[in-house]
RNA sequence: GCCGGGGUGGGGUAGUGGGUAUCCUUGGGGACUGUGGAUCCCCGGACCCGGGUUCAAUUCCCGGUCCCGGCCCCA
């Protein structure tokens, strides 16, 4: 009987679980250094937490079952509904509340470039903050984790905002103004006649459609945001104190990265309960999914609680930033410079070695000790392939003068130093 | 859930309605009784699964499954 992986999940070998877990370690730093902490919650949650939320057709989605008390459960297909209830079950929390978390999430879905049924997700989140400041620290943090893992450059953020986007289509006269979201989230996957189409079907009228078409084309970038005010103050004058909360985050967000950051129309984040800031990173040559995706939902801590906590955050899949590494050549493996490997070449040297393997490893090395007897240059061959900087070598020889023979695997030069010698030297 | 393309050792491949299934690479061991990454030798390891057609299927047909990509969706 063979058995393999299910369809749309992960065995992880050394070759990427090594530079994986260095990427993870990287982001976790990173969000430290803004004052995040790490928080965890379950894998399973009642399945009602994400009807409540988001609605059937992500419930149609994921991993569930009706458990042996008969509940209806469920693998978590995200995280942000377990954070809030975190946050909103314990009510002495001193605010602003910044809380991050690195949670296995599973969606039952056809798996394609970038999405499996199964990945590791980063969350961060901050609440009881509903200003600009708060906005574009958590943009902010995305781009500083995206540069220190060597991404800058290659990726820029797109920005928009739902509220102001509201209004814009309220001031055109739109009716029906979720349909009309929807219609512009596909403004990049379909074509200019579709769209406008869409829009007809929808009730807005062409001249309003014109003006839709082209906010949706039009990526503003940083620095002309003041020319972006002034156009679109022109249509309307409400619109102020949206548009200069949008234009004083995007400035403060351009001082944390020197990445593109583009005002985009088109961006919306679907249909769901976002209620301002909405962003999403993509790499710079458009060949991949979003790299990461969040925004404001100020509303959903009262969906499922008695308390209203504003928020913002984001989510960032391992799937889509592996592909991105791998494709910008920068998963590898850490090298550690501290490797030894410990090779025996004499039965009498067998407690020898391995008490020196003890030793060194208490001083901090890494020590792999050869326990098969076989040739020296089948152990000096797995002291290569395993990425040991030294082999060192243990016979009757060394054990009759107490030393060691070390070898250096970069150059080949070795010597012969007593024991005591070599543990002194070496750094904890 | 839907659509398209695929599936031969761990990886990459050749090939065939019939005989011990090709080559490269990787892995293990040895030549080297105490010296790796070179060379040579030896060894291990595969036709995705099920059904059908046939005297005979890895090969042809059907279904499934998995992989790759796309749709839906992206919470």
């Known amino acids: 009987m063979k058995f393999e992986s299910l369809r749309g999940f992960r065995d992880i070998y050394p070759e990427d679980a090594e530079p994986r877990d260095r990427m993870l370690s990287e982001i976790k730093k990173v969000a430290r250094s803004f004052g995040y902490q790490i928080i965890d919650f379950p894998s399973v949650e009642p ?9 059937e057709e992500l419930v149609s989605q994921t991993f569930s079952f009706t458990d042996k008390g008969g509940r209806e459960v469920t693998l978590i297909p995200e995280a942000t509904p377990s954070v809030v209830r975190m946050l909103t079950s314990k009510k002495d929390l001193p605010k602003p509340v910044r809380w991050f978390s690195l949670p296995k999430i599973w969606r039952y879905e056809e798996p394609q470039s ?72 596909r403004f990049r996957k379909i074509d ?18 014109r003006i839709i078409e082209k906010l949706a084309s039009s990526r503003v970038k940083a620095d002309d945001s003041a020319g972006l005010i002034q156009s679109l103050m022109e249509m309307n004058n409400d ?15 351009s001082y944390y990265t020197s990445s593109e950051i583009v005002m985009d129309f088109s961006t919306v984040r679907g249909l ?34 008695d308390q209203d906590i504003p928020a913002i955050g984001f989510g960032m899949g391992d799937v889509v930033l592996e592909l991105l590494l791998k494709r910008t050549n920068l998963w590898h493996k850490d090298i550690s410079g501290n490797r030894y490997y410990v090779c025996t070449v004499s039965d009498d040297a067998a407690s020898f070695s391995l008490k020196l393997s003890i030793d060194l490893r208490k001083k901090g090395a890494d020590v792999i000790r050869d326990m098969g007897k076989r040739s020296l240059s089948a152990q000096l061959r797995s002291a290569s392939v395993n990425g040991c900087s030294y ?16 070898r250096n695997m970069s150059d080949g030069r070795q010597e012969a130093i007593s024991i005591e010698e070599f543990l002194s030297s070496i750094k904890k």
């Open 114 to 185: 970038g999405r499996l049924r199964e990945h590791v997700q980063f969350n961060a989140d901050i609440f009881g903050l509903d200003t600009p400041e708060a906005d574009a620290e958590i943009v902010g943090l995305a781009c500083t984790i995206l540069d220190s893992l060597g991404l800058a450059g290659n990726y820029e953020i797109r920005i928009n905002h739902r509220k102001l986007m509201d209004e814009i289509l309220r001031a055109l006269g739109v009716v029906d103004i979720p349909r009309v979201f929807g219609i512009i989230d």
């Open 239 to 253: 619109l102020r104190e949206s548009l200069e909360r949008v234009v004083s985050t995007i400035r403060m967000i």
């Open 192 to 209: 200019r006649q579709e769209f406008m189409n869409s829009l007809g079907e929808a009730g807005v009228s062409q001249d309003s459609a």
């Open 47 to 55: 399945l009602d937490l994400y009807r409540i939320k988001s609605g």
């Open 272 to 305: 769901s309960y976002y209620t301002g800031l909405v962003f999403e990173a993509f790499d710079i040559r458009g060949e991949l999914r979003a790299i990461l995706g969040g925004g404001r939902y100020n509303g959903l801590s009262s969906l499922i609680s």
């Open 391 to 406: 082999a060192i070598i243990l016979g009757t020889k060394e054990v009759s003068t107490g030393s060691i023979t070390i």
